[in-house]
Nanobody, 112 residues
């Protein structure tokens, strides 16, 4: 059973940084793509970053490119999202997803 658990969210001032983690279990981590999504209440869930399987190629949404960095540690079965220069519009619940499975999200709140 695929299980994903995001953590690391919190309250931060604009311009600050946070590092999110997504602990994965139930599958061979390096054999699947995995990504970060976020959802603000009243809006659609947005894919913001992903790592492709096998070659670890990364992609970013225009809204976060240059500020966010995705990485993973296959030995720890963990996906990370380093978020720098956070802005109020980054406020959302952040989720990780692999193989169509959603984990429990973590709330990021950025104050102005």
């Amino acid at each position: 059973e695929v299980q994903l658990q995001a953590s690391g969210g919190g309250l931060v001032q604009a311009g600050g940084s946070l590092r999110l983690s997504c602990a994965a279990s139930g599958f061979t981590f390096e054999d699947y793509g995995i990504g970060w999504f976020r959802q603000d209440p009243g809006k659609e869930r947005e894919r913001i970053s992903c790592i492709r399987r096998y070659d670890d190629k990364t992609r970013y949404a225009d809204s976060v490119g240059g500020r966010f960095t995705v990485s993973k540690d296959n030995a720890k079965n963990t996906l990370y999202l380093q978020m720098n220069n956070l802005q109020p519009e980054d406020t959302a619940v952040y989720y990780c997803n692999s193989q169509g499975q959603w984990g429990q999200g973590t709330l990021v709140t950025v104050s102005s």
